[in-house]
């Protein structure tokens, strides 16, 4: 079972809709972070958010964007008025340390395509 | 500022033949993680193995295995009799202090049978 599941895994919208992503993780985690990947390139670091606050973003994450955690269990992603150019795969992953080791849990990505 | 730097766009492998995808990185942290995520084209991210940079010994995964060398900030995955299975995007990240990955730009690994 997915440590991190994403809703919806396709998504398609017109430009200037909003769009909200959901990310659901199966146990209690403070820690969120959003990546995003445009096809063909590389994965890039939007926002981590910890304990119902942003805690760092990066210049990709400006107003257009929002996270939240809207009922304690699951958080969300909001891009107000979509742009032809926000079409990408949006990736929630979790990070999980423990004694032994360390590594990031992904989502299975939402596929937002802006027409 | 960290960054990862993978110079190889593309590489091609023969089934059951041995393939080295190379990564470098930057940073001035001395205690971090570093990953290779495998991504087929289904686009999910999976993990393929990672290493904490204190631990001084490879770490190895069935086939896959890194060769991480600290001062030269070198962090290389080879995957030892490739399958076709195999054939996918690899992305090499770096995990900072506050646990979020910066990612190479990925290389895109084809396996011929």
């Known amino acids: 079972e997915p440590e991190v599941t994403q809703t919806p895994s396709h998504q398609v919208t017109q430009m200037g809709q909003e769009v909200i992503l959901r990310c659901v993780p199966i146990?209690?985690?403070?820690?969120f972070y959003w990546y995003r990947q445009i096809l063909g390139q590389k994965v890039e670091f939007l926002v981590s958010?910890?304990?119902?606050?942003?805690?760092?973003k990066s210049e990709i994450f400006d107003d257009q964007f929002s996270v939240e955690r809207p009922d304690g269990s699951n958080f969300t992603l909001k891009i107000r008025s979509t742009k032809l150019e926000d079409s990408a795969m949006y990736f929630c992953?979790?990070?999980?340390?423990?004694?032994?080791?360390?590594?990031?849990?992904f989502g299975q990505g939402t596929r937002l395509t802006v027409v | 500022a960290q960054t990862v730097t993978q110079s190889q766009p593309e590489m091609s492998v023969q089934e059951a033949e041995t393939v080295t995808l190379s990564c470098t990185y930057d940073?001035?942290?001395?205690?971090?993680?570093l990953f290779w995520y495998k991504q087929p084209p289904s686009r999910q991210m999976i993990l393929v193995i990672r290493q904490e940079a204190y631990k001084q010994q490879n770490a190895t995964e069935n086939r896959f295995s890194v060769n991480f060398q600290k001062a030269a900030k070198s962090f290389s995955l080879k995957i030892s009799d490739s399958q076709l299975g195999d054939t996918a995007m690899y992305f090499c990240a770096f995990m900072d202090n506050t646990d979020k990955l910066i990612f190479g730009t990925g290389t895109r690994l084809q396996v011929f049978p």
């Open positions: 992953a979790i990070p999980a340390r423990s004694r032994v080791d360390t590594e990031a849990f």
């Open positions: 958010f910890y304990n119902n606050e942003i805690s760092e």
């Open positions: 940073t001035s942290e001395n205690n971090y993680y």
């Open positions: 146990s209690n985690h403070l820690y």
